[in-house]
């Protein structure tokens, strides 16, 4: 069984700043890929930033520049810095993880889900 945990959402005023954190646990073998989505009402759910094991990171083109995302597998532990936070960045956001176990393949985890509220 593997869960994730996400912490550090909140409401924050336009320009501020949130620090997201996931935990990972449960019969982890490897990590290879951490991530973050998030979704606002009435809209999908979007890839906000991801990186991997090769040390790739991806970024949605709208938070490219204040957004930072970092992991370390060994800790299993995530986060994603959020600077000049908008109010457009207000959704619900998921933490989410490419783990496989001690038998099995590879596969995608998701947390519960964390809600960012960016508003004066």
């Known amino acids: 069984q593997v869960q994730l945990v996400e912490s550090g959402g909140g409401l924050v005023q336009p320009g501020g700043s949130l620090r997201l954190s996931c935990a990972a646990s449960?019969?982890?073998?490897?990590?290879?890929?951490m991530a973050w989505y998030r979704q606002a009402p009435g809209k999908e759910r979007e890839l906000v930033a991801r990186t991997d094991n090769g040390g790739t990171t991806d970024y949605a083109d709208s938070v490219k520049g204040r957004f930072t995302i970092s992991s370390a597998n060994a800790k299993r532990t995530g986060a994603l810095q959020m600077n000049t936070l908008k109010p457009e960045d207000t959704a619900v956001y998921y933490c989410?993880?490419?783990?496989?176990?001690?038998?099995?393949?590879?596969?995608?985890?998701w947390g519960q889900g964390t809600q960012v509220t960016v508003s004066s």
């Open positions: 989410s993880a490419v783990i496989k176990e001690y038998t099995g393949p590879y596969r995608r985890y």
């Open positions: 449960g019969t982890i073998f490897s990590i290879n890929e």
